[in-house]
T-cell receptor, first 112, second 114 residues
């Protein structure tokens, strides 16, 4: 059975801190790894990673994938209170990459 | 691009009643997915459509659950004889397909079964 494990499950930091969120996985027929941000609404897409060692970056957020060790990290630098959310890691599998298996998420709280 | 929309946003029902949810995907997206999310958990895959064809159903989708996507546009998810364990957020996502296949999510329908 496909499995995605995120750590930590929750994290409290102060504005300006840098955080690293972890995601490890065991899936058959790996296609991609995706990060989503979920506030009290729809999960919103952040990154999709398919190749090892290539960093994806968007503003203060960045992510990288290690397909040999089966994990990914999501970094957020200079955190702001608006970064407070649940960050979900999902792995895409299946013949046409249709099925996403999610981890439980990391609840990030950024205090002013 | 108006995003994925779901209706209703909230549904409260009594045990044993039937409920139906609707999802309108992003236009031109030919793939549509249903997920269920309970408190403290990530979304769990329920089923997947490519155009009007339902190509996979999770074992989580019991006989009381049925999903349709007539004409390959909007989709409905029906739960018959609801149970308290069905209380959850039901999320719909759509994607364009192809090699990237990024799934974009709607805001969900929160179901409470009393």
């Amino acid at each position: 059975e496909d499995k995605v494990v995120q750590s930590p499950l929750s994290l409290v930091v102060h504005e300006g801190d840098t955080v690293t969120l972890n995601c490890s996985y065991e899936v058959t027929n790996f296609r991609s790894l995706l990060w989503y941000k979920q506030e009290k609404k729809a999960p919103t897409f952040l990154f999709m990673l398919t190749s090892s060692g290539i960093e994806k970056k968007s503003g203060r957020l960045s992510s990288i994938l290690d397909k040999k060790e089966l994990f990914s990290i999501l970094n957020i630098t200079a955190t702001q209170t608006g970064d407070s959310a649940v960050y979900l890691c999902a792995v895409g599998s299946g013949g046409s990459n249709y099925k996403l298996t999610f981890g439980k998420g990391t609840l990030l709280t950024v205090n002013p | 691009d108006t995003g994925v929309s779901q209706d209703p946003r909230h549904k409260i029902t009594k045990r044993g009643q039937n409920v139906t949810f609707r999802c309108d995907p992003i236009s031109e997206h030919n793939r549509l997915y249903w997920y269920r999310q309970t408190l403290g958990q990530g979304p769990e895959f329920l089923t997947y459509f490519q155009n009007e064809a339902q190509l996979e159903k999770s074992r989580l989708l019991s006989d009381r659950f049925s999903a349709e996507r007539p004409k390959g546009s909007f989709s409905t998810l029906e739960i018959q004889r609801t149970e308290q364990g069905d209380s959850a957020m039901y999320l719909c996502a759509s994607s364009h397909g192809g090699s990237l296949n990024i799934q974009y999510f709607g805001a969900g329908t929160r179901l409470s079964v009393l």
